[in-house]
């Protein structure tokens, strides 16, 4: 009876500690909960992401003066304008051909195990 009993009520408690959604915590910096963004900081890095030949060319292709652009910039909210810039942070030309270099190498290697284990063989004939 004694067994029983126990028995319920552990199944019962790990039915309930089931339940309970899991919750990650971590510290929140003051700067995001206030929501204050430095301006100038990422005004500075829009304008050298700005200057660069290749954008200017372009803005200039799409009908952009400068004039308009820096009248559109000025338009833009603290958070908007925050935005912008952590999205140019994002943007690096080429970031991400050295992982699809090794990835293309790893698929190739395991294709060749993969052909090495079933023992297949690859000719290469010339015609």
């Given at each position: 009876?004694?067994?029983?009993?126990?028995?319920?009520?552990?199944?019962?408690?790990?039915?309930?500690?089931?339940?309970?959604?899991?919750?990650?915590?971590?510290?929140?910096?003051?700067?995001?909960?206030?929501?204050?963004?430095?301006?100038?900081?990422?005004?500075?890095?829009?304008?050298?992401?700005?200057?660069?030949?290749?954008?200017?060319?372009?803005?200039?292709?799409?009908?952009?003066?400068?004039?308009?652009?820096?009248?559109?910039?000025?338009?833009?909210?603290?958070?908007?304008?925050?935005?912008?810039?952590?999205?140019?942070?994002?943007?690096?030309?080429?970031?991400?051909?050295?992982?699809?270099?090794?990835?293309?190498?790893?698929i190739a290697i395991l294709v060749l195990v993969v052909l090495h284990l079933t023992g297949h063989k690859v000719l290469v004939t010339q015609r």
């Open positions: 009876m004694f067994r029983k009993s126990v028995t319920c009520y552990l199944i019962m408690a790990m039915f309930i500690i089931g339940l309970v959604p899991r919750v990650d915590a971590a510290f929140v910096p003051s700067r995001a909960l206030t929501g204050g963004y430095e301006r100038e900081a990422d005004m500075q890095k829009i304008q050298a992401v700005l200057e660069s030949k290749l954008v200017q060319q372009r803005l200039g292709d799409l009908g952009f003066t400068e004039e308009e652009i820096n009248a559109r910039l000025a338009q833009l909210s603290d958070e908007q304008l925050h935005q912008l810039a952590l999205k140019l942070d994002e943007l690096r030309v080429g970031q991400n051909a050295l992982g699809i270099i090794i990835a293309l190498l790893v």
